[in-house]
């Protein structure tokens, strides 16, 4: 059964930064896509980064372009989303997103202006 577990949410001010992880388990994800996605109270759910298997590339909606970098480490089958310079407007549930297909159930982060 594959599972990612997301780990890293929390209460931050505005100007302050956080570290989301998310740990894959049940499959490796070495030769898959990785990703963030979050979804704000009364929103759909938004695109925020992407770590592709084949060239290793990372794409970032460009509202967080700049302030958050995603990575991986795929002897450990985890990826990261360093967030920095955290605004009121990125509170959200973030996923995490694995080959497309597997999410996480999603770790809450506020940040308070």
């Known amino acids: 059964q594959v599972q990612l577990v997301e780990s890293g949410g929390g209460l931050v001010q505005a100007g302050g930064s956080l570290r989301l992880s998310c740990a894959a388990s049940?499959?490796?994800?070495?030769?898959?896509?990785m990703s963030w996605y979050r979804q704000a109270p009364g929103k759909d759910r938004e695109f925020v980064a992407i770590?592709?298997?084949?060239?290793?590339?990372?794409y970032y909606a460009d509202s967080v372009k700049g302030r958050f970098t995603i990575s991986r480490d795929k002897a450990k089958n985890t990826v990261y989303l360093q967030m920095n310079s955290l605004k009121p407007e990125d509170t959200a549930i973030y996923y995490c997103?694995?080959?497309?297909?597997?999410w996480g159930q999603g770790t809450q982060v506020t940040v308070s202006s």
């Open positions: 049940g499959r490796t994800f070495s030769n898959g896509d």
């Open positions: 770590s592709t298997w084949d060239r290793d590339s990372t």
């Open positions: 997103n694995g080959g497309g297909k597997y």
